[in-house]
């Protein structure tokens, strides 16, 4: 049976990670663990509908609901179609703020990385940090 959703597991973790908290749980309850090659193997087969999300990826779940309701084509009435349509595009909307909003903050960031200084002492580092006061 084909799964139409992707279900992301989040980036922080990689197929090795994952493994390793396999075999910890294996031989938590005294199972007999299998190799990373073989895990990939099973993964693949038994489900390759759960995948770990790439940094890039920006097909979030509720993007990939509204693309399967739309997929169904002339199986779901035009008010459904219409109705699915308006929400995608609001859900987009909020994408597009969010994402906006992301880049303000990034942008800012960058900003006062560039105001930090450095001084090397002979204990370590010290960060001096200027801060811009607006009145």
């Known amino acids: 049976m084909k799964k139409s959703i992707v279900l992301l ?3 922080d973790k990689s ?56 997929d169904c084509g002339g199986r779901i009435s035009l008010e459904e179609k219409t109705s699915t349509l308006q929400r995608y595009e609001l859900h987009l909307k ?10 303000l903050q990034s942008s800012a960031a960058k900003q006062n990385v560039n105001r930090v200084t450095v001084q090397p002492t ?7 940090v200027y801060k811009i006061i607006h009145v």
């Open 15 to 70: 197929m090795a990670d994952i493994h390793q908290i396999y075999l910890q749980s294996a031989a938590e309850m005294g199972y007999r663990c299998i190799s990373l090659r073989t895990f990939q193997r099973y993964w693949a087969e038994l489900c390759p509908h759960i995948t770990i999300a790439k940094p890039a990826t920006d097909f979030c779940q509720s993007c990939q609901q509204f693309a399967k309701i739309l």
């Open 94 to 103: 909020l994408v597009d703020e969010q994402r906006e909003y992301y880049k």
């Open 122 to 128: 002979g204990l370590g580092v010290i960060y001096k």
């Open 9 to 11: 597991l989040p980036t």
